[in-house]
């Protein structure tokens, strides 16, 4: 008898529920589990419909993750869905929570469907760089016919159950999965409903059939934006599968797709992505259960494009929250550009035409701080000075009520002296979100010195709420990702002055698959900042210098390191540019040599890896692939790639560690020789992943 799947008969319906949390997912002990339940009830006689159900918060959330990439274990799954469809009696699928992947796939197997009004049915593989690989890509065009099958199987989001009902997917609608599975059953026993096997349907195949371009327009559109990736391109081949061959020749081509896919690099990285960011939720020293703290009311302390960014982020997740601002004329300004960002995204039909006046009515905008005196959580984005935040965390302490989680969302500032100017340094701490905060994905959760447990998995939990990726992190000048990217920047301003040229350093990044370069991102962001710090700061760098002494602030101007023509954002090279920098270096009594594109990309990328090394070494962050979150959700890392530290791993340490060395020597910048933690494990044959290995087993 099964541990993880149990069959009941309520007279003629046989009940299989599969009972494996979290997620149920396909185990082989599940797998093995329906197959031996369904076979008992398709030999019970007494049985005549049977209806697949789970226990627990979801129906079958996929394969399971953690086998891939192990020896198979019996049964497989296609042995396991040509019993199910092969049945003699109705099967249906009685879903709730989410149907995804294998799940799906399990239930597409069944000849009827029905779902809660609150279940999401989805083929996500090509987020793990896989594809369907049980017939999702076969079945699915079947039952929805192939341009939706497309945009679920090439983009892997999931769809509501109104619109699986709308396109076929599903029956109907149920109020509990169970009662309504066994409810349906009875109906399909009472109608005599012929067993309805999409294997043998093509009716939905029909018009793709006849013009391709249904399908090949489709592919075209979900594709877009699939630089870079493999698995939604072999996917799209997948289900083009099932419009030109016959369905078992098409089950061939998706099952060799799936074998290359679950081999390949992308998708090992993009597996590694998902646990990294499930594991970057839990917190490093904090006891398992540490309850966070009842979160009902948020305030935002400044409308700038922070603030409002934040204040977007809670009004897209439906929480309400205060949006608090010194004076009216700053407020107005504030709602007024979230208002129209709103409009924009509802007029591109990225939201529906009701979403701004509806998410607009959640965000109270109000004058004055007392206003914070009923927040459980405190949110403050004003200016960037240690200054304006030491005067709002005095003043915060005085008008929140006790409890209430006081964060800051400096990007670089020290918490710890933030949260002096309180009688309650356990209750702050940072949750510094990336630009534009409504859009990037990433909170790094700050940890400082006397922050209190639950005042940190509060505030991973309300990011979790609104669907932000948290990281914790500790207080460092930076914090990890843009303590990192300072390494970035650095030696990118160097490579000009030995030669390079902003396209030139720009192509490399963007061709490793981030989405700017350095150049490009310093343009979008505007030079004038920087050029004021150093200025204040008495620090010169020439060409950066230059340019903006010849009035080149980036984007904002039309020029930068680059030229923009006019509404444009795409950046062109410019001549110009190239005189100013060899007129500098001429000046300098520098000459240019020439750059290859590898020494720029390990220049680029080893002295980041480098500085994730000190970074971890002074524990900052707590694990390898913490880092490599907070650089796929906040700096746009190609997935495919895991994250700078996964990366450094597959390049091996040893290589790094030698480059870093060399050119230490070569450009004589002591900086860049390999930090110990680095040092020490490229000696030993190590990889960084080892040391999440290691605490692991501690
Ligand atoms: C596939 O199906 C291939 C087939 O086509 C072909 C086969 C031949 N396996 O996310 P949560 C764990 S590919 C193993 O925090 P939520 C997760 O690591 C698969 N483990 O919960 C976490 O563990 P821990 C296609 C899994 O409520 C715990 O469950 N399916 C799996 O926020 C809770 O997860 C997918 O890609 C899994 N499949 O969200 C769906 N899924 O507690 C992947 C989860 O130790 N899953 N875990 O950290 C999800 O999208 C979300 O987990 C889900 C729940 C929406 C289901």
């Known amino acids: 008898m099964s541990e993880v799947v149990k069959l009941e008969r309520h007279d003629v319906v046989g009940i299989v529920t599969v009972?494996?949390?979290?997620?149920?997912?396909?185990?082989?002990?599940?797998?093995?589990?329906?197959?031996?339940?369904?076979?008992?009830a398709i030999a019970d006689p007494e049985i005549k419909a049977i209806v697949l159900t789970c226990a627990g918060r979801t129906f079958i959330a996929g394969a399971d993750i953690t086998e891939f990439g192990k020896p198979p274990k019996p049964p497989g799954l296609h042995e396991v869905l040509t019993v199910m469809e092969n049945s003699p009696k109705p099967i249906i699928a009685a879903i709730h929570g989410t149907a995804l992947g294998g799940g799906l796939e399990v239930a597409l197997a069944c000849h009827f469907r029905v779902a809660t009004k609150d279940a999401k049915l989805g083929l996500p593989e090509v987020k793990l760089g896989l594809l369907p690989g049980a017939g999702g890509t076969q079945r699915l065009p079947r039952a929805v016919g192939p341009e939706l099958a497309v945009k679920m199987i090439v983009g892997g989001d999931p769809i509501s159950a109104s619109d699986a009902l709308k396109n076929g997917l599903i029956e109907e609608i149920v109020e509990g999965p169970a009662s309504g599975g066994e409810a349906f059953a009875r109906k399909v026993l009472a109608e005599k409903r012929p067993l309805r096997k999409l294997r043998d349907d093509d009716s939905k195949l029909a018009a793709a059939k006849a013009d391709r371009s249904i399908f090949t327009n489709a592919v075209?559109?979900?594709?877009?934006?699939?630089?870079?990736?493999?698995?939604p391109f072999a996917a799209a081949d997948a289900v083009g599968a099932a419009i030109d061959l016959p369905f078992d020749e098409g089950l061939k081509k998706e099952r060799e797709g799936f074998l290359k896919l679950v081999a390949s690099d992308q998708s090992k990285a993009q597996r590694y992505a998902f646990f990294s960011e499930r594991e970057a939720a839990k917190i490093a020293g904090v006891p398992d259960g540490t309850k966070p703290r009842n979160v009902e009311r948020v305030a935002i302390i400044g409308a700038g494009t922070m603030g409002g960014g934040i204040a977007m982020s809670f009004a897209n997740a439906g929480i309400p929250v205060t949006l608090i601002e010194t004076g009216e004329e700053q407020l107005k300004r504030g709602m007024g550009v979230m208002q129209k960002n709103y409009e924009a995204t509802a007029a591109r039909g990225g939201i529906p035409a009701d979403a701004p006046a509806k998410r607009m009515a959640l965000i109270n905008g109000v004058v004055g701080l007392e206003n914070v005196k009923d927040a459980d959580l405190v949110i403050e984005a004003v200016f960037e000075t240690m200054a304006i935040k030491k005067e709002v965390f005095a003043a915060l302490d005085k008008f929140a009520k006790p409890g209430a989680v006081l964060a800051s969302n400096t990007s670089y500032l020290n918490i710890d002296e933030i949260a002096k100017e309180t009688k309650r340094p356990q209750d702050v701490l940072g949750m510094h979100f990336f630009s534009p905060a409504n859009v990037m994905k990433l909170c790094e959760i700050v940890r400082a010195a006397k922050t209190a447990p639950d005042a940190l998995t509060t505030a991973v939990a309300v990011a979790r709420k609104i669907a932000k990726v948290p990281a914790v992190v500790g207080v460092c000048d930076g914090f990890v990702g843009n303590r990192m990217l300072a390494q970035r920047g650095k030696q990118a301003e160097k490579l000009l002055f030995e030669g390079a040229l902003p396209q030139q350093v720009d192509a490399v990044v963007t061709k490793f698959g981030m989405p700017m370069g350095p150049f490009a991102m310093g343009d979008l962001a505007g030079l004038d900042i920087g050029w004021r710090s150093r200025k204040d700061r008495g620090i010169k760098s020439e060409i950066a210098d230059a340019l903006c002494e010849a009035g080149r602030f980036g984007q904002k101007t039309g020029k930068g390191?680059?030229?923009?023509?006019?509404?444009?954002?795409?950046?062109?090279?410019?001549?110009?540019?190239?005189?100013?920098i060899d007129e500098t270096l001429q000046r300098l009594g520098r000459k240019r040599r020439v750059v290859s594109d590898d020494e720029i990309l390990e220049r680029m990328m080893y002295p980041m890896i480098n500085e994730g090394a000190r970074i971890l070494e002074e524990g900052i962050a707590a694990r390898p692939s913490d880092?490599?979150?907070?650089?796929?959700?906040?700096?746009?890392?190609?997935?495919?790639?895991?994250?700078?530290?996964?990366?450094?791993?597959?390049?091996?340490?040893?290589?790094?560690?030698?480059?870093?060395?060399f050119y230490a020597k070569e450009t004589n910048d002591p900086s860049l020789e390999p930090a110990p933690l680095l040092k020490r494990l490229a000696s030993e044959g190590k990889t960084f992943a080892s040391l999440a290995q290691t605490a692991k087993a501690a």
């Open 220 to 231: 075209a559109s979900m594709t877009k934006k699939a630089r870079g990736l493999e698995a």
């Open 627 to 661: 880092i490599d979150v907070i650089w796929l959700y906040g700096y746009g890392w190609p997935i495919y790639r895991g994250g700078p530290m996964f990366y450094a791993d597959q390049v091996g340490l040893k290589h790094i560690a030698d480059r870093l060395s």
């Open 19 to 40: 009972n494996s949390p979290p997620v149920n997912a396909l185990s082989a002990a599940v797998r093995g589990g329906i197959l031996e339940c369904i076979n008992s």
């Open 561 to 580: 390191y680059y030229k923009y023509e006019s509404g444009s954002r795409s950046p062109l090279p410019d001549p110009e540019v190239e005189k100013l």
